[in-house]
């Protein structure tokens, strides 16, 4: 099926091109605003939506969601989760961190858990080092973490697609 | 000498982020109308008075760089602020944009103003986005002001500025990488020259500056340039001004705070990072994000035949001021200026090793001595860690490293060489213990 944008979704694209002196600078913005839209993938509809948008060539855009780890070639699980390794937060206890989180969700890094919940993965430095050890969950922050901090954390992602009251 | 100030952000535990009234009350805006008053080549005299060092880890000198920017002419020119804040052990920029997020936007006004430029764009790392949306907020209100847009202060010298936003890769933190994402593309650093004052964005003249750097103009602006420069302890070494130093790892207090420029490591470390967690002793440091070499608490200043420099002969590194000269003169680099600390607690060996985990991860691949050598090195070091290597592959991963410096593209290569080279220097003895005995006598471990 053609990926295509909501009206809003469509407006805001419009402001995004308006930025810049080259359709083409508005390349990894709309890339973004389309994953959001897509459940946090790009897919090859996507590709093909960006590119001709953009006046673009489909084997540009693929070469561009290529090279970025944020832009996913492949459906994550409904919650992201990035588990900081570099040094500062491995001073800290970042190992332990992921080990945890590995026990409690059941997979290894990389992995998504059978039921589409949570993808699991590291990250590097994601400039927080002071508040080590630290991960990142879809769009927030969890820093200064303690394994107790962290199971409150990974429990709130399972309940939550029961919906909460 | 431990000078805190507390000009770039107010407070290390203010997280609401300044509103816009409280940055005017306290003068806020005042140096973006003083500047929009002054002839532009006045306003890049200023920042050259303030001597401010690039705060995005060369060090090269703001006004210097801004002199360098052709005459506004037929093409556009634009000002870039990179604040894809990425090097390992680093955390600054973020805190001014989440805390202060007005000194970067008027920075960027006077910026304009003084590159000739008309846009300015703030590349800001994807995940930052409390970072984002304070900056978009800030740049809302200060429209609303009068103080961006068609007219700033009144004066027909038309700013915008936008929050433009990366996809993951410490790469784009290199200028020209940088500007090859932010024109759409692969973030694959570019050949120089050209340089970006010559072609930068959509190939025009551009300047690109750290975000804190760009902060710092505010504040040279509002005291005037001199003045600035003089609030540092290194003044003498044209080295200006009040900065950020962070500190991470194994310190009781780690964070970021603001001082004069020359703070020492043992202050930043002792001082405000509390000293060693469970006052164990201290092995090394690394000064200024992963790519500067690691330094001995045991190794001594000397720097013979420069007279500011006779203060500190004989005494540790670490009561050396922190400063770009300064340290490129003891081996190594001030780079970000936020410090790794590693206490007796930390295997040398699994830091080296974690560190070259990230640049293998993180080389672009455009440059075959990078590509491979990072990858050669990360398996020379897995094979280290693992019991399993020879004599002649530690050698071995020091001639892979030299060969990566100097033999790419972008400083990149220099930055994973550096640190390879300097762990293996000066933790030989370590990385021999897990050759000869599979590191039985090593904590094997990085966290207390
Ligand atoms: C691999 C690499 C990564 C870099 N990452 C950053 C970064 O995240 N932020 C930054 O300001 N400068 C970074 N730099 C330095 C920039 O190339 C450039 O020197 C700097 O943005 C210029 O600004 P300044 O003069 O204000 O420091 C990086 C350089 C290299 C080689
Ligand atoms: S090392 Fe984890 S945030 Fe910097």
């Given at each position: 099926m053609a990926f295509s944008l909501t009206s809003e979704q469509s407006a805001e694209l419009e402001q995004i091109v308006a930025r810049y002196p080259v359709k083409q600078a508005a390349c990894i913005p709309l890339l973004h605003l389309c994953q959001r839209a897509n459940g946090n993938w790009i897919s090859d509809e996507v590709i093909l939506f960006v590119a001709e948008q953009l006046n673009l060539s489909p084997s540009h855009v693929t070469g561009v969601v290529s090279f970025y780890s944020l832009l996913n070639e492949k459906p994550p699980g409904k919650h992201q989760v990035w588990v900081c390794r570099t040094l500062s937060c491995a001073l800290r206890g970042s190992e332990a961190i992921l080990k945890h989180c590995e026990k409690r969700l059941g997979i290894k890094s990389g992995e998504t858990t059978s039921d589409g919940n949570v993808t699991l993965r590291t990250a590097e430095c994601l400039a927080s080092c002071g508040s080590a050890p630290m991960l990142q969950i879809d769009e927030k922050y969890h820093e200064n973490l303690t394994v107790e901090r962290l199971d409150t954390l990974l429990e709130s992602l399972r309940s939550e697609p029961k919906g909460t009251p | 000498m431990l000078n805190r100030t507390d000009l770039i952000i107010k407070s290390q535990d203010r997280t609401d982020g300044q509103s816009i009234s409280e940055y005017i009350a306290a003068g806020g805006y005042g140096a973006a109308e003083k500047a929009f008053s002054m002839p532009r080549e006045a306003v890049v005299n200023e920042v050259k008075a303030a001597h401010i060092r690039g705060r995005g880890g060369a060090g090269f000198d703001c006004g210097i760089k801004w002199g360098f920017m052709p005459q506004p002419g037929a093409r556009p020119h634009y000002l870039v602020v990179n604040a894809d804040e990425g090097e390992p052990g680093t955390f600054k920029d973020r805190k001014i944009m989440e805390q202060n997020p007005h000194l970067l936007i008027e920075g960027c006004i006077i910026g304009c103003y003084a590159i000739g430029a008309h846009a300015c764009y703030i590349y800001v790392r994807h995940e930052l986005h409390l970072a984002k949306e304070r900056l978009w907020t800030a740049i809302e209100q200060a429209k609303d002001k009068g103080y961006?847009?068609?007219?700033?202060?009144?004066?027909?010298y038309p700013v915008d500025i936008w929050v433009h936003t990366g996809a993951g890769a410490y790469i784009c933190g290199e200028e020209t990488a940088l500007l090859n994402s932010l024109e759409g593309k692969r973030g694959e650093p570019r050949l120089k020259p050209p340089f970006p004052a010559q072609a930068g964005a959509f190939d025009c003249p551009t300047s690109v500056n750290n975000v804190e750097t760009v902060a710092a103009v505010t504040l040279a602006l509002r005291s005037g340039g001199d003045a600035f420069s003089r609030m540092s302890l290194l003044h003498e070494f044209n080295d200006g001004g009040v900065r950020l130093f962070g500190v991470s790892g194994h310190v009781k207090r780690p964070g970021i705070y603001e001082a004069a420029v020359g703070l020492t490591l043992r202050e930043l470390i002792y001082d405000l990072g509390g000293g060693i967690l469970d006052d164990r002793p201290m092995i090394g440091v690394i000064p200024g994000g992963s790519s500067c070499p690691i330094l001995l608490p045991s190794e001594i200043v000397d720097v013979p035949g420069d007279r500011r420099f006779e203060p500190f002969n004989g005494k540790s590194v670490l009561d050396l001021p922190m400063g770009v000269d300064t340290f490129r003169s003891i081996g190594t680099m001030l780079g970000t200026c936020c410090a790794i600390v590693l206490s007796d607690a930390a295997d040398p060996v699994l830091a080296c090793r974690n560190l070259m985990q990230f640049y293998k991860h993180e080389s672009c691949g455009q440059c075959t001595p990078c590509r491979e050598g990072c990858g050669w090195l990360d398996r020379l070091l897995e094979k280290i860690v693992a019991g399993t290597a020879t004599m002649n592959e530690l050698n071995l991963a020091s001639e892979v490293a030299s060969n990566i410096a100097g033999n790419t593209i972008c400083a990149f290569g220099d930055g994973a060489a550096g640190p390879m080279l300097a762990f293996v220097q000066k933790f030989r003895a370590s990385f021999e213990d897990y050759i000869q005995s599979g590191g039985s006598k090593q904590t094997r471990r990085l966290a207390l």
């Open positions: - | 961006l847009g068609k007219h700033p202060f009144g004066k027909s």
